[in-house]
C-alpha cells in the first residue's frame, strides 16, 4: 500500500476550536472565551509538511474547519493562500466548513478570487434549526446563517450544507427535504457525533441505528421519487446510491482505509486519525506537526493499527453482503459505541437497512427477481 491513496491526502486543519456559536451537539467542547488561533507556525508547518509528503504526482487538499474558522479573520486565510503559492504549479483545493454567521462580502470575494468553496450546516427550515444550532444565551441562529447563504447566492457561488440528525429534526424529514428543495441548497444528513457537547446532551439528542435508517429510508424515497425534477444534490442518498450500483464506496464513512487519506490537524498543531477526534481522545493524537514529519506520524504505532482496519478485520462484518461497500463504517462512530475502534460503526444496522431498501427498489425497477 502506497503510504497516501490514489486521491491525494486531505488535511482537516482546525483553526480554531472556538465558536460564536454554541450548538447542542458540537462535537468540541469549546468555551467562546478561548479565543486561541492557529499560530503561524502551525499553519506554515502544516500546508509545507502536508506537500511535501504528497509528492509529485498528488497535490493535497484543505478543509478549514473549526470550532468556527472564520475567527481567524481573513487575513488568516490571505496567509494561507500565500504559504500554498510557494507550491505551484501544485494544485491548490481548498474548503472551508463554516456556520455562516460571520460571512461578509469581502471574505466571499476572496474565497471565489482563490477558489475556496464553502460549506454550511443547516438542520433544517428555521422552527428546526433553532432547536439545536444556536448562539451563547441560546438565541436561534437561522436568520444569520440564511443571510450568509443569502450573500453567498447573490454571488452566483455554490451552495452546500450538513444536515445532522438528531432526536430533534430526525421525525421531520419530509420538512426538511422540502425546505432544502425549495432553497436550492444541496445537503448531506450525518448523524449524530458522541463526542465534545454532544456527550452531556446525548440522552436528548441521540437517535438510534434503527431511527437512523428509517431517516434515510424516507430521504431516498423523496429524493428517488422527485428525480425528475431534481435541482439539488443529497450527498447522502446519491452516495448510498452509487455504493449499491457501482460497488465501489464513495463518502468518508465507507472508504476503504480512509486513514491512507486523511489527517487532521488541532489549532496546537496535534495530529489526530480525522476531526472526530481531538483533546478529548488523547490516545489517539499521533504527534505534533511542528515537532514530527508526516513520514514519522504514519510510522506511529496507533497510526499504523489504524491502517489495519478492515471489515475482514471485523468480526461481526466478515460475513456481512455489503462489507465490500461500507468496509466497517466509520471508525469514530465504532469508538463511541464502546470504546473500541476496531469494531463495527454504532450506525451500521441503520445502514443495513437502507441499503436492503435501496436494492430492493433498483431491482424492482430493473425488472430483477430475486
Given at each position: ?142 436568520k444569520d446563517v440564511m443571510g450568509g447563504v443569502e450573500k453567498m447566492r447573490k454571488k452566483g457561488m455554490d451552495i ?18 422540502e425546505f432544502f428543495k425549495r432553497e436550492n441548497i444541496g445537503f448531506k444528513a450525518n448523524p449524530l457525533i458522541k ?176
Amino acid at each position: 500500500m502506497e503510504r497516501i491513496n490514489q486521491r491525494g491526502l486531505g488535511i482537516i486543519s482546525k483553526v480554531t476550536e472556538s465558536c460564536n456559536l454554541a450548538c447542542k451537539y458540537c462535537y468540541a467542547e469549546h468555551d467562546n472565551k478561548i479565543k486561541s488561533i492557529m499560530s503561524d507556525e502551525t499553519l506554515e508547518n502544516t500546508i509545507t509538511k502536508c506537500y511535501e509528503f504528497s509528492g509529485e504526482r498528488k497535490d493535497p487538499h484543505f478543509i478549514w474547519h473549526g470550532g468556527e474558522p472564520l475567527l481567524g479573520g481573513l487575513e488568516f486565510f490571505k496567509n494561507v493562500i500565500k504559504i500554498q503559492d510557494k507550491f505551484k504549479p501544485h494544485k491548490i483545493s481548498n474548503v472551508i466548513q463554516t456556520n455562516a454567521t460571520l460571512i461578509n462580502d469581502e471574505i466571499l470575494d476572496f474565497f471565489i478570487q482563490n477558489n475556496i468553496h464553502v460549506g454550511t450546516s443547516i438542520d433544517g427550515p428555521e422552527e428546526i434549526h433553532n432547536l439545536t444550532r444556536i448562539y451563547w444565551g441560546s438565541t436561534g441562529a437561522f436568520k444569520d446563517v440564511m443571510g450568509g447563504v443569502e450573500k453567498m447566492r447573490k454571488k452566483g457561488m455554490d451552495i452546500g450544507a450538513i444536515v445532522v440528525l438528531n432526536k430533534k429534526n430526525v421525525n421531520h424529514i419530509s420538512e426538511i427535504y422540502e425546505f432544502f428543495k425549495r432553497e436550492n441548497i444541496g445537503f448531506k444528513a450525518n448523524p449524530l457525533i458522541k463526542c465534545g457537547r454532544a456527550i452531556k446532551n446525548y440522552e436528548d439528542l441521540s437517535i438510534t441505528p434503527k431511527e437512523y435508517g428509517k431517516a434515510l429510508i424516507k430521504l431516498f424515497d423523496l429524493w428517488y421519487n422527485d428525480f425528475d425534477n431534481m435541482n439539488f444534490s443529497c450527498d447522502t442518498v446519491e452516495e448510498l446510491l452509487g455504493n449499491i450500483t457501482t460497488a465501489h464506496p464513495r463518502g468518508c464513512d465507507f472508504s476503504e482505509g480512509c486513514q491512507g487519506s486523511y489527517i487532521s490537524v488541532s489549532p496546537n498543531g496535534e495530529v489526530y486519525p480525522c476531526g472526530r477526534f481531538g483533546s478529548d481522545t488523547p490516545d489517539y493524537c499521533l504527534g505534533n506537526i511542528n515537532k514530527n514529519s508526516l513520514d514519522d506520524i504514519f510510522e506511529e504505532k496507533t497510526k499504523k493499527k489504524l491502517l489495519e482496519r478492515t471489515a475482514d478485520a471485523i468480526e461481526g462484518c466478515r460475513p456481512c453482503e455489503y462489507k465490500q461497500i461500507c468496509n466497517g463504517g466509520c471508525m469514530h462512530n465504532a469508538y463511541m459505541k464502546n470504546g473500541n475502534i476496531m469494531d463495527k460503526d454504532f450506525y451500521c444496522a441503520g445502514y443495513k437497512m437502507v441499503l436492503n431498501h435501496i436494492k430492493s427498489v433498483v431491482k424492482k425497477d430493473l425488472g430483477i427477481t430475486g
